[in-house]
């Protein structure tokens, strides 16, 4: 990118496309993926889900880091250049929160059906409709919790479940409030 856009500008919209490429290809997974491909594609990947949630939650947090530091250099700008940041500003927000609840469906998808390989035949959420689960079940779950910051019609029947799920909902919770607090911000810094 050209010198005279300012580093931290630079930095946002890498981080935008990036996390957009993220999201983008996750979603075209999960939209071409029934129960059974789901099943599959787990059992293909041995990823440690607990280190690539953790990484992915730092990342998205230090996402919402950048934004907060960046939009304290915007005061002396004039007003397209401060559209523009906030605009790429909101985007990061949206995109880091779409990330979050993206990654904890896919750790959703692999702990469901790594319990059920290790011969477990009790599921860990039950979904209504009593059908194997796909990926987008577990966007499903997991966005409503990111939004909500709790459950909906999905049943929670183990302890390991309501632990993560627990989890969830408090970053899910912490996250939507330095969202809000970061929106209060831009608000009271373009007024």
Same mark, same amino acid.
């Given at each position: #990118? ?7 500008? !630079? ?18 997974? #999960? ?39 960046? /939009? ?23 995109l880091s929160w779409m990330v979050i609840h993206t !990654? ?15 011969g477990n035949t009790e599921s860990e959420l039950i ?33 390991? #479940? !309501? ?6 909902? /408090?970053f899910s919770f912490g996250f939507n409030m330095a ?7 831009? /608000?009271?810094?373009?007024?």
């Amino acid at each position: #990118m050209p010198v005279w856009i300012l580093r931290e500008t !630079r930095l946002l919209l890498a981080w935008n496309l990036g996390t957009l490429c993220y999201l983008v290809c996750a979603f075209a997974v #999960m939209a071409g993926s029934d129960s059974k491909a789901t099943h599959k594609s787990i059992q293909l990947q041995d990823q440690s889900g607990v280190t690539v949630l953790v990484l992915v939650v730092v990342a998205a947090s230090a996402g919402v880091a950048a934004i907060a530091f960046m /939009l304290g250099s915007t005061k002396e700008l004039t007003f397209w250049p401060k559209i523009f940041h906030f605009v790429i500003s909101f985007l990061a927000l949206i995109l880091s929160w779409m990330v979050i609840h993206t !990654r904890f469906a896919f750790h959703y998808a692999h702990s469901y059906y790594r319990n059920k390989q290790h011969g477990n035949t009790e599921s860990e959420l039950i979904f209504p409709g009593n059908r194997q689960p796909d990926y987008l079940d577990f966007a499903y779950y997991a966005f409503v919790i990111g939004m909500t910051s709790q459950v909906s019609d999905v049943v929670i029947s183990s302890r390991a #479940m !309501r632990r993560l799920t627990l989890v969830h909902s /408090l970053f899910s919770f912490g996250f939507n409030m330095a969202i809000l607090a970061l929106s209060i911000n831009i /608000l009271a810094g373009s007024i």
